[in-house]
């Protein structure tokens, strides 16, 4: 297999097949930080049952769906948009793409229609790793690196982006994405 990237804030973290962690299994998570205080980043594809108006008091109607970020402070919002600027307090990650910013703008944004759900995402928590954490799971193999694009961030159907990301990644990657989630039933 060809090398993989190293992580850096930007790119995309693919679960290796037999990851069995719960919270993990089959994710695609986007390192929004990344540096020697630690890594942070979401995961794309584990949207929730719950519409955003039925999680979160006081925000204005916006028909979008609440993701799974990771299991660090699930009782909390935050964001990836392609706002940009717009935003005031948006921090990019790589070009086009951007995460936080001044919620009560946000909102006023999207009261007065200014934002579209296509240009943004929701999510309950994050996944948050300690300064060398994410290096050591990388050596256990428990984790892929990739480069991210915006069509994998704000990616329209969640249920097969892991397998997606991995065939963007080659021949060799590509006989994981096809590998059943229990060889058993094989």
């Given amino acids: 297999m060809k090398k993989l990237a190293k992580p850096t804030q930007g790119?995309?973290?693919i679960s290796e097949p037999?990851?069995?962690?719960?919270?993990f299994k089959r994710a695609v998570v986007l390192l929004s930080e990344h540096d020697d205080k630690g890594t942070l980043g979401f995961i794309l594809n584990k949207p929730t049952d719950v519409r955003l108006n039925d999680a979160v008091d006081?925000?204005?109607e916006f028909d979008a769906p609440l993701y799974f970020g990771g299991p660090v402070?699930?009782?909390?919002?935050?964001?990836?948009?392609?706002?940009?600027?717009?935003?005031k307090g948006a921090k990019e990650i790589v070009s086009g793409i951007w995460w936080g910013g001044d919620y009560d703008q946000l909102k006023f944004l999207i009261d007065t229609h200014q934002i579209r759900p296509d240009q943004?995402?929701?999510y309950a928590g994050y996944s948050g790793w300690e300064p060398k954490q994410l290096?050591?799971?990388?050596k256990e193999k428990a984790w892929l690196v990739s480069n991210t694009n915006k069509t994998f961030t704000f990616f329209d159907n969640p249920k097969v982006l892991w397998s997606q990301v991995l065939r963007s990644m080659g021949n060799e990657y590509a006989i994981l994405a096809n590998f059943p989630e229990d060889p058993n039933l094989n």
């Fill in 58 to 60: 006081d925000f204005p």
């Fill in 135 to 138: 290096e050591g799971e990388l």
């Fill in 73 to 87: 402070e699930t009782d909390t919002l935050f964001y990836i948009h392609t706002l940009g600027e717009r935003l």
């Fill in 11 to 13: 790119s995309l973290l």
């Fill in 120 to 122: 943004i995402r929701f």
């Fill in 18 to 23: 037999f990851l069995l962690d719960s919270y």
